[in-house]
């Protein structure tokens, strides 16, 4: 894979086969006015297979929720065609307002100002429930 064809921008690599749309939707990438191209079952030494997503810009990108999705991901930050920074990413603690508890019951349905708050609760797993009634994030 070349990551040349962007100048400035982000390449999300490594990413799991199969779930960049879940990336792409939880970092409300389809909101963006700028090229992302989705490339998806890329043949990789290290997976067999797997995803990549390239923005053409540069952008704060919130890391712990690329690390939620996928602690295995890595970030290429490209300026001026020029591979400036390589990030790994590591599983969050705690994860704020952007998964939503199922529970109908939970305080968070029903106090809609609260924080969605989750917490990493089984890191082996990659589980995650909710702080307030302890349901499991659901995908
Ligand atoms: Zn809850």
């Known amino acids: 894979m070349i990551i040349d064809a962007i100048k400035n921008g982000i390449v999300i690599d490594h990413i799991a086969a199969g779930k960049c749309m879940e990336l792409y939707q939880i970092l409300g990438l389809g909101d963006l006015d700028c090229s992302v191209a989705i490339l998806k079952n890329v043949t990789s030494r290290k997976l067999g297979r797997k995803d990549i997503i390239k923005i053409d810009r540069n952008l704060e990108l919130d890391w712990d929720v690329i690390g939620y999705v996928d602690p295995n991901i890595t970030v290429n930050i490209i300026r001026d065609g020029e591979q400036v920074e390589k990030r790994?990413?590591?599983m969050p603690e705690t994860?704020?307002?952007?998964?939503?508890?199922?529970n109908p019951?939970?305080?968070?349905s029903v106090?809609?100002?609260?924080p969605q708050v989750f917490k990493l609760t089984d890191r082996a797993n990659r589980v995650y429930r909710c702080?307030?009634?302890?349901?499991?994030?659901?995908?």
């Open 88 to 90: 790994q990413l590591k």
């Open 95 to 102: 994860i704020t307002n952007v998964l939503h508890c199922r």
């Open 105 to 108: 019951r939970c305080i968070t």
């Open 111 to 114: 106090e809609q100002e609260l």
């Open 131 to 139: 702080l307030y009634c302890e349901t499991k994030a659901g995908k």
